[in-house]
């Protein structure tokens, strides 16, 4: 048996149970994360609606938050969960901001500032990771 989720009448997944019921399980976790409501609603007869006025803003939560959580075992649980949702976001036709300018405060000196900008690049290698890692993911993903 599968489950589907969906958004204005588009399927973007249709899992099996058991990934279903772990997805769901881990949305309120990353809603309190990121702050803000998912917009993924419950499953009622096997299908999940998402609400993409509330799941853009929460992907891209998501985004800002794994790029400035840098503790590895927190990234690494988050990974698959974040992935998902890009996924999902990606084949809505969502755009995402994957990118945060990296301007250092004018008060840092230029050893600093430099020091602020790559770490910036650092972490956008990192976002960069996960974009690539999400799309692998896409592939198993079944719609």
């Known amino acids: 048996m599968s ?6 009448g588009e399927i973007l997944w249709y899992p099996s149970n058991g990934p279903a019921r772990l997805f769901l399980r881990q949305v309120s976790v990353f ?8 917009g993924i609603g419950p499953m009622v007869n096997d299908e999940c609606r998402i609400d993409p006025a509330a799941f853009r803003p929460f992907a891209n939560a998501l985004l800002a938050w794994y790029r400035t959580t840098t503790h590895p075992v927190m990234t690494a649980m988050a990974e698959g ?3 998902t ?15 945060t300018p990296a301007r250092p405060p004018k008060s840092l000196s230029p050893a600093d500032a430099a020091t602020a900008v790559k770490l910036a690049e650092a972490l956008d290698r990192r976002v960069d990771d996960l974009r ?7 592939r198993s993903m079944t719609r």
Do not use: C, K, T
Request: proline share 3%.
């Open 81 to 83: 969960f974040i992935g």
């Open 85 to 99: 949702v890009l996924v999902l976001a990606e084949r809505a036709g969502m755009e995402l901001e994957w990118r």
């Open 132 to 138: 690539h890692a999400s799309r692998e993911l896409g």
């Open 3 to 8: 489950q589907l989720f969906e958004m204005d």
């Open 31 to 38: 809603e309190a994360e990121a702050g803000r409501p998912s």
